[in-house]
T-cell receptor, first 115, second 113 residues
Framework: GQQLNQSPQSMFIQEGEDVSMNCTSS?????WLWYKQDPGEGPVLLIA?????ELTSNGRLTAQFGITRKDSFLNISASIPSDVGIYFC???????????????FGQGTILTVHP | NAGVTQTPKFQVLKTGQSMTLQCAQD?????MSWYRQDPGMGLRLIHY???????DQGEVPNGYNVSRSTTEDFPLRLLSAAPSQTSVYFC????????????FGAGSRLTVL
């Protein structure tokens, strides 16, 4: 099946630093999603990307859909303590037919922010 | 508006016991699914349903049963729990929007001794 490789697996940073994480796939996707999971909670959508080359921001977060459609990255600028959590990338094909609802997830990046 | 509600939040079972994880949604979403989360492996799809009366297997369905008698509910059953089923389970729904953007519940942490 499809595989997503997410890196790094974990990051320990100081408050105020910028963060960058990425995901690569062995096959193409039509949609890339970035989720954040707080401790004891379910993943919450941060950013959705629908077009190759698309660059989208959400506050301090910026994500890009790679031109090859096989990769995506997420940047967090000026990190704060509440950025702590697990960040997941997820890829999917178009929401139709047998691809309906199906996401492939990366392994997650555990982010720790020291005040 | 509660969204996706999962119960119980925590459960400890002995090997061989059975139990049901409940998932209820009030968003009238047709699509519901169950994922399990294990360290270093991301989230993996167990079973899914595209509407009442319709279910299908995901990536890791063995040891789990599901049914979908109503739009609102999608329970996940473990008939004979095994230690390998120790995990955090998430229910997720999708309202049709042309894109696979899932909404997740808060999770159920299951430990099988």
């Amino acid at each position: 099946g499809q595989q997503l490789n997410q890196s790094p697996q974990s990051m320990f940073i100081q408050e105020g630093e910028d963060v960058s994480m990425n995901c690569t796939s062995s096959s193409i996707f039509n949609t890339w999603l970035w989720y954040k999971q707080d401790p004891g909670e379910g993943p919450v959508l941060l950013i959705a990307l629908y077009k190759a080359g698309e660059l989208t921001s959400n506050g301090r977060l910026t994500a890009q859909f790679g031109i090859t459609r096989k990769d995506s990255f997420l940047n967090i600028s000026a990190s704060i303590p509440s950025d702590v959590g697990i960040y997941f990338c997820a890829g999917s094909l178009r929401a139709g037919g047998t691809s309906y609802g199906k996401l492939t997830f990366g392994q997650g990046t555990i982010l720790t922010v020291h005040p | 508006n509660a969204g996706v509600t999962q119960t119980p939040k925590f459960q400890v079972l002995k090997t061989g016991q059975s139990m049901t994880l409940q998932c209820a949604q009030d968003m009238n979403h047709e699509y519901m699914s169950w994922y399990r989360q294990d360290p270093g492996m991301g989230l993996r799809l167990i079973h899914y349903s595209v509407g009442a009366g319709i279910t299908d297997q995901g990536e890791v369905p063995n040891g789990y049963n599901v049914s979908r008698s109503t739009t609102e509910d999608f329970p996940l059953r473990l008939l004979s729990a095994a230690p390998s089923q120790t995990s955090v389970y998430f229910c997720a729904t999708l309202g049709y929007s042309g894109a696979n953007v899932l909404t997740f519940g808060a999770g159920s942490r299951l430990t099988v001794l």
